[in-house]
């Protein structure tokens, strides 16, 4: 019996559980999100289509971006994201594509977004997905159709306070027999007491699992570049990240750690077009 048929087995295993609980595109998506410990429930910008779609909303611009993540540096626990934001007079548009892991075991999310902000005070979002869970040996394909909900509220100045419901109607897979995709429940907050700082705090509840608790701090060290760090608890993990943002380009890199199972990278990559008349 070879290694890399032992490793393959040792990974089907180790990720079966959480495959059938869909827990791994329901993370959040951007380096800028791993970087403050996937903490940005509150914090607009484009992977807030992904995280809270409701931050989408305070979108001015156009905006496109690319994602890619390698879960303890295996390549079967990569995941890769494309989003891209239209803000039009009415309503904010977005479009995104996640894929999570290899030929033989994958996860694909494809969704919809639309984003408004009814006054200066709060948006309200709504994220279309179609999901997709492939496990070619043994369990085949299974498909579900779910909603996202977001909220983002901007009471004071400096201060961004977000929920989000993932899958609230509790929508079941269509070939599982009593396996729901899980429903998840996150609050958050966002405090920028200046320039140069800001802070992020987020909890999420799913019903199948505890609290995790995440908190995030971001400097802006000069006008283009940003250091971040957070931590998470249950369970538990760090992370560093750096981001350099240059006219339209943005550029996010972040790393995470977990004491068992190591090192995760993530990168992301983002344009934003010239503001709309």
Do not use: C
Not at 204 to 231: H, P, Q
């Amino acid at each position: 019996m070879t290694y890399k048929f032992m490793r393959k087995v040792l990974l089907i295993l180790w990720m079966l559980p959480s495959v059938l609980q869909a827990q791994y595109l329901q993370n959040g998506m951007g380096a800028r999100n791993e970087g403050l410990a996937k903490s940005t429930i509150a914090v607009p910008h484009l992977w807030s289509i992904s995280n809270n779609p409701s931050g989408i909303a305070y979108l001015k611009s156009p905006e496109i971006g690319v994602f890619y993540t390698n879960r303890f540096l295996m390549k079967e626990l990569s995941t890769q994201a494309i989003a891209a934001v239209y803000p039009s007079k009415w309503l904010n548009i977005g479009l995104s594509v996640e894929h999570f892991g290899y030929s033989e075991l994958s996860e694909l999310q494809v969704g919809l977004a639309v984003a408004k902000t009814f006054n200066k005070y709060f948006s309200l979002g709504f994220k279309f997905n179609y999901l997709e869970y492939r496990q070619a040996e043994v369990y085949g394909t299974a498909r579900a159709f779910l909603v996202q909900i977001g909220l983002t509220s901007n009471p004071i100045k400096d201060i961004y306070i977000g929920a989000h419901i993932y899958n609230p109607s509790r929508a079941k897979f269509n070939t599982l027999v009593s396996q729901y995709v899980p429903t998840i429940f996150s609050l958050g907050a966002a405090y920028k007491p200046d320039r140069m700082v800001g802070l992020t705090a987020q909890i999420d509840k799913s019903l199948e699992a505890e609290l995790t608790y995440k908190m995030g701090v971001e400097f802006n060290v000069t006008e283009s570049l940003y250091i971040r760090a957070g931590v998470n608890v249950k369970p538990n993990a760090y992370f560093l990240g750096v981001a350099y943002y240059f006219k339209n380009i943005r550029l996010d890199i972040a790393f995470s750690h977990q004491q068992v199972v190591g090192i995760s990278p993530s990168a992301s990559m983002g344009y934003v077009f010239e503001k709309q008349p």
